[in-house]
């Protein structure tokens, strides 16, 4: 990695980090809640998003179906974006796709205990929203959640709009991502 790789991944990190304490701070201010702030910066990502994959896909083909957009997510986007491919790209062919990342470059300047888990979704609300709006720009409509259980390990799951509309007229009366995700059990 070059100087000038090595200084811009450095940037983005404290850009990163300056993005969240600065929002989570104002909102300690009384400006805000924490729930705000999460939306905020799920929006921020959303917008950022959409403006990269219309850089890093001008220049490729079209894609034929959604696996290959969950394959060029997985290795061109994230290469880019986060300088290593995901780790493990997992579907259960119903409109669900987990991504495992195990040292995910945002999680890596926190400490790898316990204690720090609570503090890991506002460290991904900018993330999810990179995702989801790279994936609104190629067309797809999905929600992407977070987990973290061990740091620096983070999986991403996106729930494709054809799985939350299948699961809504299977079951009517949940309205519950959850359910959806435990209902067809990757």
Not at 24 to 46: S, W
Not at 120 to 143: E, V
């Amino acid at each position: 990695m070059s100087k000038s790789e090595m200084a811009d991944e450095a940037l983005f990190l404290l850009l990163h980090n300056e993005m969240v304490s600065g929002l989570y701070r104002t909102a300690e201010q009384g400006d805000g809640e924490n729930g705000r702030c999460i939306t905020k910066l799920e929006n921020m990502g959303f917008r950022v998003g959409q403006g990269l994959i219309e850089r890093f896909t001008k220049d490729t083909a079209r894609f034929k179906d959604e696996l290959d957009i969950m394959k060029f997510i997985c290795k061109d986007f994230w290469t880019t974006v986060f300088k290593k491919q995901i780790d493990n790209l997992r579907t259960n062919h119903q409109g669900i796709y987990v991504l495992q990342d195990n040292k995910f470059r945002l999680l890596t300047q926190m400490s790898a205990g316990k204690q720090y888990l609570e503090h890991a979704p506002k460290y991904l609300a900018f993330t999810c929203g990179l995702i989801r709006g790279a994936l609104s720009n190629l067309g797809i409509k999905s929600i992407v959640t977070a987990e973290v259980s061990t740091m620096p390990a983070c999986k991403f799951r996106f729930f494709l709009a054809e799985c939350l509309y299948f699961m809504h007229n299977l079951y009517p009366e949940v309205n519950d991502i959850n359910y959806c995700y435990w209902k067809l059990q990757l």
